[in-house]
Every structure is written in structure tokens, then in C-alpha cells.
């Protein structure tokens, strides 16, 4: 089974407000999550989508015959980790300041290919014979 994987590391935004989107696309089929991020008014699903094309991409160039179709691929795993933080200050009253957390976060994306089941005809079961016995 293939699968592959898409890091983007120091994104501006905190981890909290990318989670709601990841959210979102974990464990849906590619085509379905592209268009949930494309179409999220949120800021953050723009990166979210970014990441996931990548990951498509690095999925197709790791196969050899180049020949993945995108349909039967789904989101295995993705998740937010948090980034370091900005420390910033901002005025406060009588001279004082108050400090503020410019948070980052970290997202990966891996992707994976949908395994192909046979489809197994179901025998039909065998009636009892329905032989008289005196």
C-alpha cells in the first residue's frame, strides 16, 4: 500500500484554529477534502490545502508507474502539532505591559491508496435433504 507524506512547518496561525479544519478532512477521500478546504471560508484551509496537494504529489512521484489515481486515494492521518512562540508586549495601563503569544504550529498530511478488495461471491448454502425415515 502506498502512502506518503506533506509537512509544513511554522505556519502563523494558532494550533487551535487549524485543528478545526483538520478536523474537517481526516479520514476522507482526497477529492472530498480538497473541496471542503477550497471551499472553507477559514483562513487556515488555504495551508490545509496547500499541504494536501502536496501530498498527492509526493504520493505520485513516489510511484514508480506514475499512474495513481486520485480517486482511490484518502486522507490516513493528519494532525497539528504545536510551533514555537512569539513573545510580544503590548502597553498596558500605568506603564505597565502586558505580554502577548504569537502562536505557530506545525501540519502533516499523509496520504494513502484505498486497498482493492475482490468482491467474493457467496456460496449458497446446502438445504437439508429431506429424506423420510420410518
Not at 57 to 71: F, I, V
Not at 98 to 127: C, D, F, G, W
Amino acid at each position: 500500500m502506498l502512502e506518503a507524506r506533506a509537512i509544513n512547518r511554522y505556519i502563523g496561525s494558532s494550533p487551535r484554529k487549524m485543528r478545526l479544519i483538520i478536523d474537517l478532512i481526516r479520514g476522507k477521500s482526497v477529492p472530498e477534502a480538497i473541496n471542503i478546504l477550497h471551499f472553507s471560508p477559514k483562513h487556515s484551509s488555504r495551508v490545509a490545502e496547500k499541504v494536501l496537494r502536496s501530498a498527492v504529489s509526493n504520493l505520485q512521484n513516489k510511484d514508480e508507474a506514475g499512474r495513481t489515481d486520485t480517486d482511490t486515494l484518502y486522507v490516513k492521518e493528519a494532525f497539528v502539532n504545536g510551533g514555537p512562540s512569539m513573545k510580544r508586549m503590548l502597553p498596558a495601563p500605568m506603564g505597565r505591559a502586558y505580554r502577548m503569544l504569537k502562536r505557530s504550529n506545525h501540519l502533516t498530511i499523509i496520504v494513502a491508496q484505498k486497498i482493492q478488495r475482490k468482491k467474493q461471491v457467496a456460496k449458497p448454502k446446502e438445504k437439508p435433504s429431506s429424506k423420510k425415515t420410518n
